[in-house]
């Protein structure tokens, strides 16, 4: 077991110190600090040599990363490299065409291209030097294979080992699609299946790494705005400097130079199209992307939520401001009345007291003390039932005649009487003052009069346009509906602007209308129809446009014919009918498509059928076609 030797005690520590200083805390002081970092050196080089971050990353910091990338030559990766199988058409090559040629399938690396490494490319073109050099042909063959597959190997090095050359094959390097996926899915297609590959075989490309990957459904919000951020500001190293066109035949200074400009613009048009590209899959996606519609729902909730939550607020504070300044007009209400209350007692109280002064008008001899407390209950009744004004006379008249206590009787029982001339049903209140035959009198009178008022509010008049919806209402909530007569009163009641009815009364005229149109006499709607069809407003409206009460014009070949029972039997239509029909034949002509066109005509006439209406159009028809034969 290992022993560790722990250092001596400070002399300075007693066992009795809590905490003791062994050096003294230094004293602070101001120093300059000198930024120092690659990104610091970088934006001093741009600001000396006025360049932007993207010129700078290409001449200083690319050849950098380049250089990081490289890999020792014993890398196990390069050792256990296998090459792709040396095909015929490749051994038939022509080196002079070696910038047409696939680099990476030539040195055998066609499944990794652009990720193969240095060490890996280098260790391939040992192999494929090994195998293909033309020593090792002489020596393996008669000699009649020549040397040209070699020198496409010594070609392909050249360009893959260099890192500058290699980044502009790697930008037109054919074997690799820059095609974008349609710009619409099949149902069978996954977004990210078919758009993921493409942004990351892209990526390559990028200044900018590491690049943010297309994600899946359940990717955050953050991370896919931050994609598309990304994605729509791309900074791409691609070049077509691998395409240019040299002439190496000629020595022309300006024919070098013309074809120079040439090759720049050519690498300008194609840098231009490129980016197009690069923004058209980035459009594209986002207007695939389910989660962009996905997160604009959600935030279109949010909105509608936040919107119905203001208007509720605002409701509330609303019903609150509502509720405030009902309650502060009760409350004023309250306090007018009891003004007014406390005004028209101070003026009652001096009637009162003159009153009881003169023992309430009564002999002295027969005044009791219940007769005291009748007549001055009935005191405070009358003078409830009179304003301040009839109050104020009323006293100033008592005044006159006091002391006279028979005229201050007389005055008063008169006033009694006109009170209950009024309001009759004050009458139980009085049996002192006056004689028991007047109030028996104003009581009848009173029952009378809320008698009258019941029977005259449960027979409330029917107007024809009230009598028409009735109809209708019935047709269209027929028996079985729940509640059907509450449901039939509500819908005339918000239809039509009439008062609310009672279920019974609605049951009552229903019956009545239909026993009215069964017997055949509907005597009640044509009278109110006609009181209605009398007025200026609907005189014009409800005129037939024809006259159909006339003879029937039969022609001679049909005088044979007999009249049918049911038109024999069918009671006369009035005008007013007539223009009903014509005006619901208008608004359901026979280009009307629902299958329940004679129906809504039978509704709009009121007081007939469906089997009627058609009966009616028929007979019309007839009645027509006769004239004209007759013409």
Not at 220 to 237: C, G, K, Q, V
Not at 431 to 448: N, P
Not at 526 to 546: I, W
Request: charged share 30%; glycine share 4%; aromatic share 6%.
């Amino acid at each position: 077991m290992p022993t560790f030797t722990l250092p001596q005690v400070p002399a300075s520590l007693t066992g009795g110190s809590v905490a003791v200083v062994h050096a003294p805390i230094s004293k602070t002081a101001t120093a300059h600090i000198q930024a120092v970092g690659e990104h610091f050196t970088s934006y001093l080089r741009r600001r000396q040599d006025n360049s932007t971050e993207s010129e700078d990353y290409e001449k200083h910091g690319l050849p950098r990363a380049l250089a990081r990338t490289k890999l020792d030559d014993k890398s196990t990766t390069a050792e256990t490299l296998t090459l792709d199988e040396v095909t015929e058409d490749l051994l038939q090559l022509n080196p002079a065409e070696w910038k047409t040629q696939d680099h990476y399938r030539v040195l055998g690396l066609s499944e990794l291209r652009f990720r193969a490494t240095p060490a890996q490319i280098k260790r391939a073109h040992q192999m494929r030097a090994l195998q293909f050099h033309p020593d090792k042909l002489a020596m393996a063959s008669d000699g009649t294979r020549s040397d040209g597959f070699f020198k496409c190997i010594q070609k392909a090095h050249d360009v893959l080992r260099d890192p500058a050359k290699r980044r502009q094959y790697d930008s037109v390097d054919r074997a690799i699609s820059d095609d974008i996926p349609k710009a619409r899915l099949s149902p069978d297609q996954d977004f990210f299946a078919v758009y993921g590959p493409v942004f990351e075989r892209e990526s390559r490309f990028s200044k900018r790494q590491p690049v943010p990957l297309l994600g899946d459904l359940d990717t955050p919000r953050d991370d896919m705005e931050a994609f598309y951020r990304f994605w729509a500001s791309f900074d791409s190293w691609r070049l077509f400097d691998y395409l240019d066109k040299v002439k190496e035949q000629t020595e022309n200074r300006e024919e070098k130079r013309w074809q120079e400009k040439k090759n720049k613009a050519e690498r300008a048009r194609l840098k231009k199209e490129d980016n197009k590209r690069i923004s058209d899959l980035v459009q594209q996606a986002m207007a695939l992307d389910p989660r962009v519609e996905m997160y604009r729902e959600q935030e279109r909730q949010d909105k509608e939520r936040k919107r119905l939550e203001r208007e509720s607020l605002a409701r509330q504070a609303e019903s609150e401001r509502a509720a405030a300044e009902d309650l502060r007009a009760r409350q004023q209400k309250q306090e007018a009345e009891e003004k007014s209350r406390l005004a028209a007692e101070e003026k009652r109280q001096p009637v009162r007291a003159l009153i009881a002064e003169h023992e309430f008008m009564a002999d002295p001899d027969a005044l009791t003390s219940a007769m005291s407390t009748s007549r001055a209950a009935e005191v405070d009744i009358l003078l409830e039932n009179m304003t301040a004004a009839a109050i104020s006379e009323f006293h100033q008249a008592l005044l006159a005649k006091s002391p006279d206590r028979a005229q201050m009787l007389e005055l008063v029982t008169g006033e009694i009487r006109r009170a209950i001339d009024r309001t009759p049903a004050v009458a139980m209140g009085f049996s002192s003052f006056v004689r028991g035959a007047e109030v028996v009198q104003g009581v009848k009178q009173a029952q009378k009069d809320s008698s009258v008022r019941q029977h005259a509010k449960a027979q409330r008049e029917w107007s024809a346009k009230e009598l028409e919806m009735l109809t209708k209402a019935a047709n269209k909530f027929p028996g079985g509906t729940v509640n059907r007569w509450e449901t039939i009163g509500k819908w005339l009641a918000q239809h039509g602007g009439f008062k609310l009815r009672s279920g019974d009364e609605l049951l009552a005229k229903t019956s009545e209308l239909r026993k009215g149109a069964n017997s055949g006499s509907g005597s009640l709607v044509k009278e109110l129809q006609n009181r209605a069809a009398s007025t200026p407003d609907n005189a014009a409206l409800n005129q037939a446009s024809v006259r159909y009460d006339g003879p029937t014009l039969i022609p001679p070949q049909q005088t044979h014919q007999e009249t049918p029972k049911d038109a024999a039997l069918e009671r006369p239509w009035s005008t007013n009918e007539q223009g009903q029909l014509e005006r619901a034949l208008q608004a359901y002509p026979p280009s009307y498509k629902g299958a329940d066109r004679w129906d809504k005509i039978a509704e709009a006439v009121v007081g007939r059928t469906r089997k009627e209406c058609k009966s009616r159009v028929r007979h019309l028809a007839e009645q027509v076609r006769s004239k004209n034969v007759v013409k």
